[in-house]
């Protein structure tokens, strides 16, 4: 379980997040939505402990993530992340990109970690690509590449920030189809996307952000069949034309 | 007028020992390049720590290699040391001189070539929950010596041609010290010193393409 509890944040004189409640529970599907600098990014950043907080608390599984005696290391095997861009390593075969952390952190001997990492990069639809270098992957293969890196260290929980929005359109759907295919198999997910349908249909619930305040939260259906906040409404009559 | 008889068969007699002067030529080159390296990347290291004194002590390494006569920084490790009543060899002095040079000028190239790596490739191998140490040695630190390999083949063939500087601090078993001494010897000035100038064309050529061909094999990405 993921538990955000008045969450703070500034960036200098910016307060970014401006106290966030959420509470995410085992197998849920949670989708944060909104307008470009609320706060989408930041907050993911700020469960695995990439950023500090200024205020309030984050806890994974009861433990807090920004507390001093915290190993941000061990928690981060936890919780898996996937960014806009620029995941893969360069200087690294999609092989040897997703073997690097399990052999590094987790200590697994070569033979393991690559047993498990064909496996991922199978699951992901890589499994012909072990030998080549993410520079002659495109981008949509590169985002599979980066989730089966993830999935390679068994995260409990999976942060996806706006995974698709660097993609040319006709490799969006491949990377939703592949986080279609966690959601089914019961992996707990906050996911930012500007994808609406997408979101629609693989949320649980549905967070709308809005200058650093969740101002709705609900089940895909009312969010996007009957918005309660103004914002809201505004933010999905932008996002439909 | 011109009186000068080119006798180019007493400087081709006396090949054998200005070859052997060659090999330790490039001994204190490969010497001061992998220690030059090895300081570069902890001295790149103190800069990212973020602890003041030992980014300091980098950034006074770099200014001083930079911007001083690498003949300065030679004799400081030979007269500058002897001074304290430590008296190195002329060959340890060379070599101090050198990877000190080797190592100010590597670690500027570096801070160019971190420039060039996003810090996502630092967040994303955190992310992974590695260390602050692994992240970089498995993710910066390949790519890093990846963008300064040509740099580094540059700072080779200047650390070959800074050999010659050993004759001031008395060096006199490298390539330029036996020219020297043969020349003493033999008054074949121009055949000698010609001879010594193709044998460091042939080599810094022979090292440069080697460079080329290392990277062809190395960075396949
Ligand atoms: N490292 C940083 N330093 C300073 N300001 C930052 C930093 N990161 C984010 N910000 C600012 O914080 C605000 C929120 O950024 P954030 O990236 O969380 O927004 P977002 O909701 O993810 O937006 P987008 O949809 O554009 O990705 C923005 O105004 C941004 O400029
Ligand atoms: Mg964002």
Redesign the interface.
Known sequence: MIEIEHVRKSFGQLEVLKGIDLTVSKGEVVTIIGGSGSGKSTLLTCI?G?EPIDSGRILIDGTEVHAKSTDL??L??KV??V?Q???A???LTVLENVT??PR???GMARAEAEEIAVRQLTHVGLGDKLKT???RLSGGQQQRM?IA??LA?SPEYMLFDEVTSALDPQLVGEVLDTLKMLAQEGMTMILVTHEMAFARDVSDRVAFFHQGVMAEIGPPQQIFGDPQHPETRKFLSSTRQ | MFNYTFQWKQAMARLPQMLDGAIVTMQVAILSMVIGILLAIVLTMFRLSGIRILSAVAKAWVEIARNTPALFQIYMAHFGLGSFGLHLSPFLSILIGITFNNAGYLTENFRGALKAI?D??T?????????AA?AFR??VL??ML?ISFLPMTNQMVWAILMTSLGVTVGMNTDLYGVTQDLNALTFRTFELFALAAVIFYVITKIVTLGARLIAARL???
């Open positions: 695995n990439l290391n061990k981060r095997r898996g992340i960014f861009q620029w995941n390593f360069p200087h690097l952390a590094k952190v987790l270098y993410p520079g980066a890196r993830a260290m | 996003p996502t490739q967040r994303a191998a955190r992310s992974l929950g590695m260390g692994g498995h993710v390949p790519q990846r960075f396949r990405y």
